[in-house]
Nanobody
Framework: QVQLVESGGGLVQPGGSLRLSCVAS????????MAWYRQTPGKQRELVARCTHAGDTNYAEAVKGRFTISRDNVENTVYLEMKNLEPEDTAVYYC???????????????WGQGTQVTVSS
């Protein structure tokens, strides 16, 4: 069972920056994928950015060029550096980790409790 603990959310003005962190614990397996999702009331949770164990990344179109995901495989930590924040980025941000014990097994997905990011003047 993987536990994920996020930190770094808060209130920031438009154009400002925040850095989210998520630490994973409770697994001896490499975490194949670590990602950040976000959700606003009444909407589905959406992918913001993901990073494979090898360091390959991809981003939602809305955040490309403003957000950067990175991870530390030794510390089992993933970061989301957010710059030029916009009011539309306001959401609860969730950390996600996906692991599997062998390539032929399905991924097991784990979620953090979420951290609120509010962009407002």
């Amino acid at each position: 069972q993987v536990q994920l603990v996020e930190s770094g959310g808060g209130l920031v003005q438009p154009g400002g920056s925040l850095r989210l962190s998520c630490v994973a614990s409770g697994t001896i397996l490499p975490i194949n994928i670590m990602a950040w999702y976000r959700q606003t009331p009444g909407k589905q949770r959406e992918l913001v950015a993901r990073c494979t164990h090898a360091g390959d990344t991809n981003y939602a179109e809305a955040v490309k060029g403003r957000f950067t995901i990175s991870r530390d495989n030794v510390e089992n930590t993933v970061y989301l550096e957010m710059k030029n924040l916009e009011p539309e980025d306001t959401a609860v941000y969730y950390c996600n980790a996906a692991t599997r014990s062998a390539y032929y097994n399905p991924f097991m997905n784990y979620w953090g409790q979420g951290t609120q990011v509010t962009v407002s003047s």
